[in-house]
């Protein structure tokens, strides 16, 4: 049985009642360990059952009609992508899951149309599914803004200094469906890896199988009451901070045998930065020399073998 991280839960609602209390927590909470878990995120619970429950019904679909839905050359970025697809970088063997990706809804003519494709929508087999969908976004995205209000006092940087380059983010909500594990499987439900985007927000991390890599090299359980959402720093954040947050390593392991027999779902939404934004250092660091996100994203999405 692994050990549990020491991440004390922290009430979302300390940002506008004492920023700097907030950011202080936060803060020790990311350098530490890169992870987060928030209490009292006032997110509706008529909001997140009613993704939960389209996004059962969905993978409950027959998998020929699951397969209509996804989009060919569109690296799993909106739309199905079917199970053992997705692989960890550095790994041999394809994750034990199936996702669909949301993405941010964007008016016709918005100037990155051409970047962010349009979503792709299950209307006439889930009508249910798209303002299930559109409502969690929306409210993750503002969950998001105030995660990232107290790192920017953390860093030293003015409140709001998220608030633009977040602004139109190519910000991805997914929905993950992790099947019964069959016996003597060799992979794992998620491999080892780190997120790519600036912060990752996860419901649905209640279900055991959630472990962080410790700067000791020890794997450690995230600690996730029921009702809370995990955030994790990601790459983009990272660099953005010269490795003052880090982007820890994570993963989620096969259950127990007793447990193997059960689904497991969860919904992480990744927060990204808009396309354009130019992720410099606070402080300069020759190792991390500037980069778009655009660019980031599409050097990662080849690595985890989704172009």
């Given amino acids: 049985m692994s050990t549990r991280a020491d991440i004390k839960p922290i009430a979302l609602s300390l940002v506008e009642a004492d920023l700097d209390e907030a950011a202080a927590r936060f803060g020790d909470s990311f350098r530490r360990t890169g992870f987060a878990v928030v209490e009292g995120h006032g997110i509706a619970p008529e909001v997140i059952e009613g993704a939960w429950e389209a996004a059962r019904r969905f ?3 027959p998998d020929a009609v699951k397969r209509r839905y996804h989009l060919p050359g569109g690296a799993g970025q909106r739309g199905y992508t079917a199970f053992g697809v997705e692989t960890a970088k550095g790994a041999s063997l394809s994750d034990l899951k199936e996702f669909w990706h949301v993405g941010r809804d964007l008016p016709a003519g918005h100037r990155f ?14 009508p249910e599914f798209r303002p299930a969908m559109q409502a969690l976004f929306a409210a993750l995205g503002d969950a998001g803004l105030k995660v990232l209000k107290a790192i920017a006092v953390h860093l030293g940087q003015r409140a709001d200094f998220f608030e633009s380059p977040v602004a139109d983010g190519n910000s991805i909500l997914r929905l993950l469906h992790y099947p019964p594990v069959t016996q003597g499987a060799d992979a794992v439900r998620a491999g080892a890896h780190e997120d790519i985007n600036v912060i990752t927000l996860l419901l649905g991390a209640e279900e055991a199988g959630l472990q962080l890599l410790s700067r000791q090299g020890e794997w450690l359980e995230v600690p996730a009451p029921e009702g809370s959402l995990v955030v994790n720093v990601g790459d983009m954040l990272q660099r953005q901070t010269g490795g003052q947050l880090p982007s820890t390593t994570h993963r989620v392991v096969n259950p127990a045998p007793e447990r193997r027999h059960l689904p497991r779902y969860s919904m992480p939404y990744f927060l990204h930065y808009r396309p354009d934004w130019l992720i410099e250092p606070f402080v300069p660091n020759a190792e991390m020399p500037p980069i778009t996100a655009h660019d980031f994203l599409l050097q990662r999405l080849a690595e985890i073998k989704l172009t």
């Fill in 59 to 61: 993978f409950a679909l």
């Fill in 113 to 126: 149309c051409a970047i962010m494709a349009p979503n792709i929508w299950p209307d006439e087999v889930l």
